[in-house]
């Protein structure tokens, strides 16, 4: 099936450290979201992005609406040992489907 | 706790088997989606139901499928199991029709053997 190119696959980096991570893809999207998945959890709703340009913060978490509409990024500032988990994305088309196209996913794990 | 339950949380079946798995949406949502995630991959959207009816539909196999009650919970059925079939199967729950806001269950974790 159809997924986003997300990056970096993985990261392993020093508590404390800020984190970036960006998902792209070669169609438009008309709404973004972040999701983190815990290990033998769900996926849990971060942030939604749902104009181009737009920034939006979660805590520590901020992400961005690219403004070609064809990206996405997320940054995690001083990174925390519960920060560690899966983060995906997840972009819509603007055919108007309601199916959202996930990213593969960037494995996060912080060294205390 | 999302709020949506799935069971069964673990199911080991034989090739060729059939299987359903179950969803309970959280209280009021009226949308139900199902998605599949194999080992290491992200998630691929099946099929989304909502208020009983059916959505829209994803990469779902013809071997598989879906309904929602009356009562909205929802059943995944997946048939003539294949080794390939193996992953984590999820369920997400919206109270509209748009599944921005959706809460995904903890999944079942099927293992064909």
């Known amino acids: 099936g159809q997924q986003l190119n997300q990056s970096p696959q993985s990261m392993f980096i020093q508590e404390g450290e800020d984190v970036s991570m960006n998902c792209t893809s070669s169609s438009i999207f008309n709404t973004w979201l972040w999701y983190k998945q815990d290990p033998g959890e769900g996926p849990v709703l971060l942030i939604a992005l749902y104009k181009a340009g737009e920034l939006t913060s979660n805590g520590r978490l901020t992400a961005q609406f690219g403004i070609t509409r064809k990206d996405s990024f997320l940054n995690i500032s001083a990174s925390i040992p519960s920060d560690v988990g899966i983060y995906f994305c997840a972009g819509r088309p603007t055919s108007g489907t309601y199916k959202y196209i996930f990213g593969t996913g960037t494995r996060l794990k912080v060294l205390a | 706790d999302s709020g949506v339950t799935q069971t069964p949380k673990h199911l080991i079946t034989a090739t060729g088997q059939r299987v359903t798995l179950r969803c309970s949406p959280r209280?009021?949502?009226?949308?139900v989606y199902w998605y599949q995630q194999s080992l290491d991959q992200g998630l691929q959207f099946l099929i989304h139901?909502?208020?009983?009816?059916?959505?829209a539909k994803g990469n779902i196999l013809e071997r598989f499928s879906a309904q929602q009650f009356p009562d909205l919970h929802s059943e995944l059925n997946l048939s003539s199991l294949e080794l390939g079939d193996s992953a984590l199967y999820f369920c997400?729950?919206?109270?509209?029709?748009?599944?921005?806001?959706?809460?995904f269950g903890q999944g079942t974790r099927l293992t064909v053997v």
């Open positions: 997400a729950s919206s109270v509209g029709a748009d599944n921005t806001e959706a809460f």
């Open positions: 139901y909502y208020n009983g009816e059916e959505r």
């Open positions: 209280s009021g949502d009226l949308s």
